[in-house]
C-alpha cells in the first residue's frame, strides 16, 4: 500500500530538499504527483523523487472552483496511475512534514479503526454559513445541497481509494459548486465542496478533523499566519504536532520560502525523529 502526495501549487516547491529527505528510503511506498499552475513560472526541480511527477495542469485561482477541478484532476491521476496509492494526501508548496515518513505511514495504515477512514475537517455551525451558502444565489444550491447539509473545512485531507473515486465519481454536487459566486468576498468552494460531499456520502467514514495544522489567530486578509526564519525552533515543531484529535498533526503551513535553511537544520534531530 502506498500514500499519494498530491501537491498542489502555483510557485516554485520550495520546501522540495526537506521534502526529499522526507521521502529518502521508501521509494516503494509513495507516490508523488504536482499539480502546477501553467500560468506561473516554476523552476525544474533537481530533486529525484520529484523528476517527471508533473500532471497536466490548468490554471488555477484562490477562491475560486479551479482549486477543486485541480484537486480532483491530481486524485483522478493517482488513480489511474497505480493501484496500490490507498491514501490520498493534498499539500501545498507551502507545506511541510511534522514527523518522519515511518512515522506518517504507519499512523495511517496502522489504523485504529475497522477500516480506513479519511481525515478531512467537517463543520457545520460557523457563524459565515449562511453568507457562504448563498453567495450563488439564495436557492442555487437547491435541491442537491440544503442548507442543513453544507459544510466547511480545510481544502487539505488525506482521503481513502475509496472517497477519492468518490471525488471524482462526483457530477451532481460539482454542478452546483463550480457556478459562479454573485458574491466573491463570501465564496471560497474549495473548502466547502469537499467536506459537504464526504458528509453526504459517508459521514462515518471520514475522521471530521484535518491532520494539517494551521495558524488562524494572526490571519491577514484571509490566509493564515506565515511562520518566518526566526520562528523556526524545535518548540514550534512539538507545539505544530499537538492535537485534540486521537492523531498528532502530521504536516504544517503556512511557512515562507525563507524557512528552507532553518528548517533542514532541525530536519534529522527534530522533525523526522519521532
Known sequence: MKIAFLFLTNTDLHFAPLWDRFFANHDDLFNIYIHADPSSKITPLSGRVFKGRFIASKRTQRASPTLISAARRLMATALLDDPLNSYFALVSQHCIPLHSFNFIYNSLFRSQFPEYRSFIQILSNESYMWDRYVARGESAMLPEVPFDRFR?????????????????????????????????????????????????????????????????????????????????????????????????????????????????DIADKVIFRD
Open 152 to 264: 466547511f473545512g480545510s481544502q487539505f485531507f488525506v482521503l481513502t481509494r475509496r472517497h477519492a473515486l468518490v471525488v471524482i465519481r462526483d457530477r451532481r454536487l460539482w454542478r452546483k459548486f463550480r457556478m459562479t459566486c454573485l458574491n466573491e468576498d463570501s465564496c471560497y468552494p474549495e473548502e466547502h465542496y469537499f467536506p459537504t460531499l464526504l458528509s453526504m456520502e459517508d459521514p462515518q467514514g471520514c475522521t471530521q478533523y484535518t491532520l494539517t495544522r494551521v495558524n488562524w489567530t494572526e490571519s491577514v486578509d484571509g490566509h493564515p499566519h506565515t511562520y518566518f526564519p526566526a520562528e523556526i525552533s524545535s518548540d514550534l515543531i512539538y507545539k505544530l504536532r499537538e492535537s485534540n484529535s486521537t492523531y498528532s498533526h502530521m504536516f504544517a503551513r503556512k511557512f515562507s520560502p525563507d524557512c528552507l535553511k532553518p528548517l533542514m
